[in-house]
């Protein structure tokens, strides 16, 4: 505790002025309630990580959160993910309602200590669309600012694994719903920064759309977390790049 008391304590003298404006690149733990205790699930994936010693590591929010796994989360995609991780050992770090910030703070006070996994997927940045009490929105720019860090530090604790990137998916019923374009902005600036930090760029963003562009209930309930049928889309987009 005086260990982490200490970095949030010298953390922001070592911050730009420009750098402290953009909440994305600042490291902070829980920022919003959710449905789960944030900080029983970091101490979970932080004493898990080093003992499981898994070959495939997931970073993310409520839609990675809730596919399955361990730590024990919402198993809404459990078939999905049987299917496609079958014995693996597979770390899920995707915490509901989480900003790129909060995954940065997470492996900042090791969630990835002790790991040395051969696949990483990154899927993180619709929370970012949001705006609160406790954080405001952060722009396409600023939050791929803090993907671009949040890659540094995936690439500093896995440095044999393969990266995938994926695009962040499709959010509002509706091909008119203005989250449409909010993500799709994002995605325009996430992807040169995954390429440039070598990583693989996966987009299945459209595979969740009807031809007139709405999202089917049968993938995504409420438009935005997917279903059994709509964790098997992102299991079948990820089964090329996994570790042989």
């Not at 796994?69 to 050992?89: E, N, V, Y």
Request: positive net charge; aromatic residues 6%.
């Amino acid at each position: 505790m005086l260990r982490l008391a200490l970095l949030l304590a010298l953390a922001p003298l070592s911050l730009g002025a420009e750098t402290a404006a953009n909440p994305a690149v600042v490291p902070v733990s829980k920022l919003e309630n959710d449905s789960y205790d944030w900080f029983k699930r970091h101490e979970e994936a932080r004493a898990l990580a080093p003992k499981l010693k898994p070959d495939i590591v997931l970073i993310g929010d409520s839609i990675t959160h809730f596919w399955g796994g361990l730590p024990q989360g919402k198993d809404r995609g459990a078939k999905s993910w049987a299917d496609l991780f079958g014995d693996r050992k597979v770390l899920n770090l995707g915490f509901g309602w989480d900003r790129i910030q909060n995954a940065l703070w997470r492996l900042d006070n090791g969630e990835m200590d002790g790991t040395d996994p051969r696949l990483v997927v990154v899927n993180i940045g619709t929370n970012n669309l949001a705006n609160t009490k406790n954080c405001r929105t952060t722009t396409p720019e600023e939050t791929a600012a803090g993907v671009a860090l949040l890659l540094e530090r995936v690439k500093a604790r896995a440095p044999h694994a393969k990266v995938v990137v994926m695009a962040v998916f499709p959010r509002g019923a509706t091909a008119a719903s203005p989250d449409r374009a909010r993500v799709a902005a994002l995605n325009t600036a996430f992807r040169p920064v995954a390429e440039k930090a070598g990583a693989t760029w996966l987009d299945i963003g459209p595979k969740f759309l009807a031809p007139d562009g709405s999202i089917p209930k049968s993938l995504m309930g409420d438009a935005l977390h997917p279903t059994d049928a709509g964790y098997a889309i992102w299991a079948e987009a990820l089964k090329p790049h996994l570790p042989k």
